[in-house]
């Protein structure tokens, strides 16, 4: 994931390139490289975390 961030973060950010062009390549290289995995952890111990919480 950190491969396809420094691959796309500079030139999206600064608008060096057409975003309707280009998000949905960097969309698509996350998901292939585990993104949503990641966020479902994510999502899993933050649910986990409220619930232990109170």
Known sequence: MN???NEFEAALET???DPDKV????IAKLK?????KVE???TA???EFL???Q
């Open 40 to 42: 479902a952890e994510i």
């Open 15 to 17: 608008g060096a390139v």
């Open 32 to 36: 292939a490289s585990g993104i949503e």
């Open 51 to 53: 619930k232990n919480k």
């Open 45 to 47: 111990q933050w649910t």
């Open 3 to 5: 491969a396809v961030k």
């Open 23 to 26: 998000l949905p390549d960097y």
